[in-house]
């Protein structure tokens, strides 16, 4: 019976606490946030997909996040709403990867020095 409903009714139980609607809005959506993590990856050089997985998993929190302050009497269509808050997530984890990696940059560098 859930299965037929759409994102909008899916958030709304969601609001409420419903893990399985949380659990069907991310499984109905997976392939937009899926298609925005290969986009992604591939904007921050990952050119091999080594973290689109994670980039998905990011997606998906940023989706659920968005759920909590959607209100569907705005006039947007949930997904429309959801999209910047997908975005966002996967943009802060790369972010998070890249000063990762330049601060082990740095700390190589400091050790090949000594």
Not at 71 to 93: E, H, Q, V
């Amino acid at each position: 019976m859930m299965e037929t409903l759409n994102n909008e009714q899916l958030c709304a139980l969601a609001q409420s606490g419903d893990i399985p609607a949380q659990n069907l809005l991310i499984e109905n959506n997976l392939g937009f946030i899926r298609q925005q993590a290969n986009l992604a990856a591939w904007q921050f050089g990952d050119r091999a997909g080594a973290i689109t997985d994670d980039l998905v998993q990011e997606g998906a929190f940023g989706l659920l996040r968005s759920c909590t302050h959607y209100k569907p009497d705005a006039g947007s269509k949930f997904l429309t709403y959801a999209t910047m808050a997908i975005r966002r997530s996967m943009m802060d984890y790369m972010h998070q990867q890249y000063d990762a990696l330049k601060e082990q940059g740095t700390h190589m560098r400091l050790l090949l020095q000594e």
